[in-house]
């Protein structure tokens, strides 16, 4: 009965969020539900919501989403981004560069309107060698990567404060995944099609383009060094990134006044708040302790079946509903998950979400190349399938499923 009360609350979110209600107002309203079926005392119910408003790891979470914007804001100011583009073009004078690598980069920033600078990218590089379908997938799929990964991300951040994962463990678990994600969009999507070479002049001067290149992305590349090799924390290396960008670049206080305002995103923060209640009305009601046994007695692994969940729940829900739902079940349901299993769920929700009409930059992306969204996710189809194909295979090599 416990599981069926948790398949009910799981139902409720989809079915919420495939009728476009808000993800906070789902997760709410999934809370309430849980608080309501699993009988949980009221003072009990008023001590989740307060440990979840309240702790750390949810304030420290919507510390670094601030920070982030307001880093991203002062890069955009400065032109950063662009820069680095350009210093990337020129340095490589690569077709391939242009199409695949100027949208990763791209990417670093999780903001939706870096979509259609991507896009002009990769039309600019591709004209004449690809149409508008291949143009829109090609963009779309390369500017993601980094979302499959990148500590910048609301949901990759969601997903390491749940299982209290530190981010450079997780970064570098990725990278495998994360070349495999990048091999298959250049298989799939320029292989064939379009030429790596340019036909225009290399352009000298490499150092400087590397400088370029650098200047342009160094307050990203530095923050991920410090999570990675230093193990810091990802508000404090953020936040001291910032402090020194504001120094190097001769911002004045006026420049960044807008940006206080500006960068609290409160719809964003509102979804954290929520799920981290629900997270707590989860761990309240028993129902995470009682699926190992559960688990235990179907026949295809528990991974596979979290996998399978993780998919398709991303594709109706998005990545944080599916994020705040599962991952504290999937990470007590299956023996020994920890990092491996983490790795695998967060790399099926990448994927999947390269397939969901709610992931608001495959709607823009369509837009912007004037496609219908449904051909883009047929043509995305192929990466996505291959890089799964791999996620699984990389799973059941690192735990040692075969022996």
Not at 174 to 184: E, H, K, Q, R
Not at 210 to 227: H, N
Not at 339 to 352: I, S
Request: hydrophobic content about 55%.
């Amino acid at each position: 009965m416990i599981l069926i009360k948790l398949l009910a609350v799981f139902l409720l979110v989809m079915a919420m969020v495939a009728m476009h209600k808000p993800i906070y107002l789902s997760v709410t309203v999934a809370a309430a539900a849980t608080w309501l079926l699993y009988g949980i005392d009221p003072s009990t119910g008023l001590g989740c919501i307060v440990k979840a408003c309240t702790s750390w790891s949810t304030i420290s979470l919507i510390v670094v989403m601030y920070i982030v914007t307001f880093l991203q804001k002062m890069m955009g100011k400065r032109g950063a981004i662009d820069r680095a583009q350009k210093g990337l073009s020129a340095l490589f004078n690569n077709r391939w560069v242009n199409c695949a690598a100027a949208p990763i980069f791209l990417g670093m920033l999780p903001t939706p309107n870096a979509a259609f600078i991507a896009g002009d990218i990769v039309r600019s590089s591709s004209e004449g060698y690809l149409d508008h379908e291949a143009m829109a997938v090609t963009t779309t799929y390369f500017r993601h990567v980094s979302e499959s990964f990148m500590p910048t991300y609301s949901a990759i951040l969601l997903a390491l404060t749940l299982t209290k994962t530190p981010a450079g463990d997780f970064v570098v678990a990725m990278l495998p995944i994360v070349a495999c994600v990048i091999f298959s969009g250049c298989f799939w999507f320029l292989r064939g099609k379009v030429p790596t070479e340019t036909g225009e002049a290399s352009v000298g001067n490499k150092p400087h383009h590397l400088k370029e290149i650098f200047i342009g992305l160094w307050p990203i590349l530095v923050i991920i060094l410090l999570a990675v090799v230093l193990k810091m924390e990802i508000y404090m290396a953020a936040a001291m990134i910032l402090v020194v960008y504001f120094f190097v670049h001769k911002f004045s206080f006026d420049e960044i006044k807008p940006y206080f305002k500006a960068s609290f995103q409160g719809k964003l923060m509102l979804n954290t708040f929520t799920v981290m209640i629900f997270k707590e009305f989860l761990t309240a009601s028993g129902a995470i302790k009682a699926l190992p046994d559960f688990f235990a007695g179907l026949p295809i692994p528990p991974f596979m079946i979290f996998m399978l969940i993780f998919f398709f729940g991303t594709i109706v829900s998005g990545s944080q509903a599916i994020i705040s739902l599962c991952i504290p079940v999937a990470m007590a349901s299956v023996p020994g998950a920890g990092l491996p299993l983490l790795v695998l769920l967060m790399g099926t929700t990448y994927a999947a979400n390269q397939l969901s009409p709610t992931h608001i930059c495959l709607t823009l992306i369509s837009e912007y190349f004037e496609i219908p969204l449904g051909t883009l996710f047929r043509r995305t189809i192929p990466a996505i399938a291959t890089t799964m194909v791999f996620a699984v295979g990389y799973y059941m090599v690192w735990t040692g499923f075969f022996a």
